[in-house]
């Protein structure tokens, strides 16, 4: 059972872009756990399915959700976000050069690090708000790939996604970006020229820290997307049935996790803008923040779930800050319905972005005066 073509994102996720169960007429579709399935007496397969490390029911309707969200021609589902980011760089020719942003995810900019490291690619890291030195890093006919994330994990740096677009494209670069933070209903980056966008799905398109999932997804069916399936066919990193069936009920209730965690952020950032322990306040929906004018323009209905303070007293405060909460969360990832605080600099190493007296906080759905609260009380313990 269809949706309308102009059905609105809301409609699209709380129905699962209107799947149902044809056998019986559940509204919700089943989970298939089978990993092969049968042929038809000439051997052929008109049902449209063989085996499960090329397809399964419920991860095609993930994908069939995911790519309606983002207006694309297809998508992928992948066993996790790594899986789906890392194969995109494995679809490029051995030894490619590849631009990314200095301020960017960083198991993946670690990965990249390694790749450069054993000769797989050629990297290099730049500032993506600085148009200037993205056109004096990309190479015409040489560059393979620039890579964009933004807001930029973790200190929410904004890039201009349509220009870094036309610079990519006139070197003939492919532009990826990576949208797994402000997710479809905030961003679509294919709609500002992206080629290739990924998530991983176990952030905010699930939303409850259950799950690994990633996506691909693009706007066209070409030579680049058949190398992409042929990765996940040949490399069996196709997401499991289960999963996808997790991940379909997690993305019904996308819209309203979002808002609800977009307007307690902004709460949030506005109160401890104001908090004497706290230096600075990174969130792009603050009119401090150097780039909100651009995220105003880019992003719609709303600024994202994710923002970063800097404590004063560095790197010793912040900690210590992070360990006197009680409601807030100290563990990795971010985007579920309950709320992370994280000393990223400890996490990422040496070679972290991330300033010292950086935590960074994934707002859930709490109520948030209490996450608040909670915050200042360990601010004023730590101080």
């Known amino acids: ?134 056109r004096a890093a990309l190479r015409p006919g040489v560059t393979k790939l620039l890579w964009a994330e933004t807001p930029a994990n973790p200190t929410w740096v904004v890039a201009d996604l349509s220009a870094l677009a036309a610079l990519a494209h006139e070197a003939g670069a492919t532009f990826v970006v990576d949208n797994t933070v402000p997710t479809p209903l905030l961003t679509r980056p294919l709609a500002l020229g992206a080629d290739l966008v990924v998530h991983s799905a176990t952030k905010y398109l699930n939303g409850h820290s259950d799950l690994l999932a990633g996506l691909v997804v693009a706007g ?84 994202g779930g994710m923002l970063s303070i800097l404590v004063r007293g560095g790197a010793e405060a912040a900690i210590a800050t992070a360990a006197a909460v009680r409601i807030w969360k100290r563990a990795t990832s971010l985007g579920g319905v309950e709320s992370l605080i994280e000393h990223r600099a400890s996490i990422e190493g040496p070679d972290s972005p991330a300033p010292p007296g950086l935590l960074r906080l994934s707002v859930g759905l709490e109520d948030p005066r209490d996450l608040l609260a909670d915050l200042e009380r360990a601010l004023d313990r730590a101080g």
């Open 220 to 303: 066209a069916e070409d030579e680049r997307w058949a190398e992409l399936r042929r990765i996940r066919h040949d490399e069996g990193a196709i997401l499991g049935a289960f999963e996808a069936f997790l991940l379909l009920r997690g993305l019904r209730t996308l819209e309203v996790r979002l808002q609800r965690q977009c307007g307690s952020a902004m709460h949030l950032a506005a109160a401890l803008e104001r908090h004497p322990r706290v230096e600075r306040v990174l969130y792009p929906g603050l009119p401090t923040h150097r780039g909100h004018t651009l995220a105003a323009r880019q992003m719609t209905c709303g600024f």
């Open 1 to 134: 059972m269809s949706l309308p073509e102009d059905a609105r994102p809301a409609t699209i996720l709380a129905q699962a872009a209107g799947a149902i169960d044809e056998a019986t007429g559940g509204i919700v579709p089943p989970l298939q756990p089978s990993t092969t399935f049968l042929r038809d007496p000439d051997n052929r397969y008109r049902r449209g399915f063989d085996y499960g490390r090329d397809a399964n029911p419920v991860v095609r309707q993930v994908e069939a959700v995911v790519a309606a969200l983002e207006g694309a021609r297809a998508a992928l589902a992948f066993a996790s976000g790594m899986a789906a980011m890392t194969a995109v760089f494995r679809s490029l020719p051995p030894g490619s050069h590849v631009l990314a942003p200095k301020v960017m995810y960083w198991g993946l900019r670690k990965w990249l690090r390694d790749a450069a490291a054993c000769g797989l690619l050629v990297v290099d890291l730049v500032d993506l708000d600085d148009l200037d030195q993205v």
